[in-house]
């Protein structure tokens, strides 16, 4: 009875880490353009899909299909109803059938997304779709500013039970979009690596001007690395000003200062910290509430089928 339950969560686990692998790659987050400039559009990985075939659609407060590029031939099917579908190409056909738009207005500021289907392997006759990231589209006459990137540490040791805990804010960007990476590297020397998103809990917190991620770190490794923030955008990808160390462990914890070798916080960045501080913790507690719930779940599981057995009816001849 207990193997039951197991194979069906692996065969669910299974399937669930196989669809998170498939997906589109767009790199560019934003790209912004000048009235009757031409832009571009591109989405890699479609491989995968089937028949080759990439779906684009526009966001605005909907989704709207605009065309359908087959990426064999680069050929085009339209004929999707989009109000707009005469001003959509398809561009640079030697480097993947880019979706283009040869002159750009102001009503072409949207999100655009690249979207393809694919076959379930786990049930037969089943099909799943898959999106890119997006592409959030300006048609502005600002220019492209690059973030000012820096690394504070966003709460004290005695807040987190041991563990340490890294701000890293991106401010006074144009587009405001970015998106954020850590490394690490041994303090010992050796190359630095990327941390992907598994190695330690991460949060992003967006506000009007103002961007943030939270990196949370374990106490074993505190003593090992230190860590840098990377900012990608689209004037360009940022370090963060400063490597920052995680500090040690202390037997008291003094008031919370600000370290002499970063750069000095100005009143909308202390702000800031302090709301980031404040989801920090909430983020802390309820992923402790649901560790709780998941683990009395489990264990009251575990006893109803442990404590269940065969019912035995016992007759007794006269």
Known sequence: MLFLPAAALCCLCSALVTMAAEQLIQDDLTLTGRVAESVSFTCGGNEQCADRD???YQKNETYRMILRINTNDCSVKSG?????KDDFSVGDKQNGCKLQIEKVKPD???TYYCVCYMKDTHRTGWWYFIFGSGTKLSVTDE??????????????????EGNSSLLCVASAMFPPLVQFSWKRQKKNGGEAEELPPAEGEQLELREAGH?????LIQEMDTNTYK?????????????????????????????????????????????????????LLCLLYTVLIVKSLVYCCGL??????????????CTHAD
């Not at 999707?80 to 707009?84: K, L, V």
């Not at 008291?252 to 702000?271: G, K, V």
């Not at 009251?300 to 009816?313: E, Q, R, Y």
């Open 54 to 56: 990439i779906d684009w």
């Open 80 to 84: 999707y109803g989009h109000p707009q």
């Open 227 to 279: 860590y840098s923030c990377w900012v990608k955008h689209e004037g360009g990808t940022v370090e963060a000003q400063t490597q920052q160390e995680v500090p040690a462990p202390a037997a008291s914890c003094p008031p919370e200062r600000e370290p002499a070798d970063l750069p000095a916080l100005q009143p909308a960045d202390l702000s800031f910290q302090s709301q980031c501080r404040v989801k």
């Open 300 to 313: 009251s599981l575990l006893m109803i089928l442990t404590n269940k057995g065969p019912s035995t009816n």
């Open 143 to 160: 220019q492209v500013v690059k973030p000012v990137v820096s690394v504070y540490p966003a709460a004290s040791r005695a807040h987190l």
């Open 108 to 110: 072409h500021s949207a």
């Open 211 to 215: 961007s943030a991620s939270i990196l």
